[in-house]
């Protein structure tokens, strides 16, 4: 059985969330470049990567419809939670 990836989303600045939270899907371009995520409490319903690293760098996606935020930092939607990569069987 080969191991897969998840986003495991732990919450945000203003939240914990008390039970584990995935990463379903995620369009960093959405609502003009400041995201949507759906999130899952269903491990097997997550989005799959292959590595640590791929979870790493889709948490860090730079919008392409709003590449920047007013602040002139990178607008990195994802970035909004706080997220632990998780192995998840297949």
Same mark, same amino acid.
């Given at each position: 059985?080969?191991?897969?990836? =998840? *986003?495991? !989303?732990? $919450?945000? #600045?203003?939240? !914990? &969330?008390? %039970?584990?939270?995935?990463?379903?899907?995620?369009? !960093?371009? #959405?609502?003009? $470049?400041? $995201?949507? #995520?759906?999130?899952?409490?269903?491990?097997?319903? %997550?989005?799959? /990567?292959?590595? &640590?690293?791929? =979870? *790493?760098? #889709?948490?860090?996606?730079?919008?392409? =419809?709003?590449?920047?935020?007013?602040?002139?930092?990178?607008?990195?939607?994802?970035?909004? /939670?706080?997220?632990?990569?998780?192995? %998840?069987?297949?």
């Amino acid at each position: 059985m080969k191991s897969k990836w =998840v *986003m495991e !989303v732990l $919450g945000t #600045a203003e939240e !914990v &969330f008390e %039970a584990p939270q995935y990463i379903e899907n995620y369009d !960093v371009d #959405a609502h003009d $470049g400041m $995201g949507t #995520a759906d999130l899952t409490d269903d491990i097997n319903k %997550a989005r799959k /990567f292959e590595s &640590f690293i791929d =979870v *790493m760098q #889709a948490w860090k996606t730079q919008s392409n =419809v709003r590449p920047l935020r007013p602040d002139r930092k990178p607008n990195r939607p994802l970035t909004y /939670f706080t997220v632990s990569p998780k192995i %998840a069987e297949e």
